[in-house]
């Protein structure tokens, strides 16, 4: 539970300050595998490259295809640039549709994991929290991802509406 009504007050400890910890993840849609860059500044265009660098280290054999959302570091010449220039397609999801990003999905699996109701003395212990979840997604949380990381979207291609 991450609240609950009481007689007397209680003063729970809490995280505070400007602390971040940014995680830019991917999926791989197939096998599950979850390749991340992170850091404690921002997330921009220059964190997209190093993960499309990452990617095309793997040398898969085949196409990569990298579903992103409309954020405006995704979208400009220097990320164009690098995924052409490594064979990345890069798939842009429409505006407001992260149910539609597996990535979001493991984002809600490791915030209920790691951050609802749970208080972390030290950023260390936050960030190596994180961090063991995301590296463990193939592993130790298989079976609770198993579901949750499906492929299963649903469609609308074929709705009938009925005059009510």
């Keep these: 539970m991450g609240f609950l009504w009481c007689f007397s007050r209680i003063f729970i400890a809490s995280p505070s300050g400007r602390k971040r910890f940014n995680v830019l993840g991917v999926v791989n849609a197939i096998t599950k595998e979850v390749i ?5 500044s921002y997330i921009n265009a220059q964190s997209i490259c190093q993960m499309l660098l990452k990617l095309h280290a793997l040398d898969l054999d085949v196409p990569i295809t990298v579903v992103l959302d409309n954020a405006r570091y995704q979208k400009c ?16 999801l429409p505006s407001y549709s992260p149910h539609l990003n597996l990535i979001e999905r493991l984002w809600k699996f490791v915030r209920n994991q790691c ?6 003395a030290h950023f260390d212990d936050f960030k190596d ?5 995301i590296q463990q997604a193939n592993t130790t949380h298989q079976a609770s991802l198993e579901t949750l990381l499906s492929l299963n979207f649903q469609s609308f291609r074929k709705v009938h509406i009925s005059d009510a």
């Design 36 to 40: 991340t860059v992170t850091n404690e």
């Design 129 to 133: 929290a994180i961090e063991t979840c």
């Design 115 to 120: 951050l609802y109701s749970k208080y972390y």
């Design 77 to 92: 010449q220097i990320v164009f640039g690098l995924a052409k220039a490594l064979d990345i397609e890069l798939l842009y």
